[in-house]
Antibody, heavy 121, light 107 residues
Framework: EVQLVETGGGLIHPGGSLRLSCSAS????????MSWVRQAPGKGLEWVSV???????QYADSVKGRFAISRDDSNNIVYLQMNSLRVDDTAVYYC???????????????WGQGTLVTVSS | DIQMTQSPSTLSASVGDRVTITCRAS??????LAWYQQKPGKAPQLLIY???TLQSGVPSRFSGSGSGTDFTLTISSLQPDDFATFYC?????????FGQGTKVEIK
């Protein structure tokens, strides 16, 4: 059974930094594209970033230059480094996993339970 | 970015009803479309990918259709467990984007 567990959320002041982690189990090491998707309180889903097998990355315009996604395939962990945080980054951040390589389509069969990031002074 | 517009935003229906939700893309996305169901306080769950392929384990009362810019999610006979919010997602081109959601409520 695939399990994704996010950690690292919390309360942070505007302008601060935070690193989220997503530990994956039950999936082949490094063989799935992995993403972060966020959901502001009471709002819809917003795609944030993706990292592919091999390390290629893409970002939403709203976080480009401030957030960085990375992966440690030996430990099956995906990270999201968030810098220059703003109030409108407040959201539940979900780790989401794609199907097994070579399917690199873009949909997400696997989701974590989410971790809340609150940016407030 | 490609904009995804769902309609309606809210839908009131009864158990046993046939329900249809539409999703329109601002430009053609071929069949690179997924549908998700989300219940309050829970993560989304994949229902459909490639516009019409049912994810393993998802009940057959869910079906998807469409290509290009217009897509539909149909629930053939609404069940009590189906009351939730549904989202479409395009993955044809970056940035991948979700629709704003359709909440299915009990009538």
């Amino acid at each position: 059974e695939v399990q994704l567990v996010e950690t690292g959320g919390g309360l942070i002041h505007p302008g601060g930094s935070l690193r989220l982690s997503c530990s994956a189990s039950g999936i082949a090491d490094g063989s799935h594209y992995m993403s972060w998707v966020r959901q502001a309180p009471g709002k819809g889903l917003e795609w944030v970033s993706v990292i592919y097998k091999g390390g290629h990355t893409q970002y939403a315009d709203s976080v480009k230059g401030r957030f960085a996604i990375s992966r440690d395939d030996s430990n099956n962990i995906v990270y999201l480094q968030m810098n220059s945080l703003r109030v409108d980054d407040t959201a539940v951040y979900y780790c989401a996993g794609g199907p097994l390589y070579p399917d690199s389509s873009g949909y997400y069969p696997y989701w974590g339970q989410g971790t809340l990031v609150t940016v407030s002074s | 970015d490609i904009q995804m517009t769902q309609s309606p935003s809210t839908l009131s229906a009864s158990v046993g009803d046939r329900v249809t939700i539409t999703c329109r893309a601002s430009q053609g996305i071929r069949t690179y479309l997924a549908w998700y169901q989300q219940k309050p306080g829970k993560a989304p769950q994949l229902l459909i990918y490639s516009a019409s392929t049912l994810q393993s384990g998802v009940p057959s009362r869910f079906s998807g259709s469409g290509s290009g810019t217009d897509f539909t999610l149909t629930i053939s006979s609404l069940q009590p467990d189906d009351f939730a919010t549904f989202y479409c997602q395009q993955y044809n081109s970056f940035s991948w984007t979700f629709g704003q959601g359709t909440k299915v409520e009990i009538k």
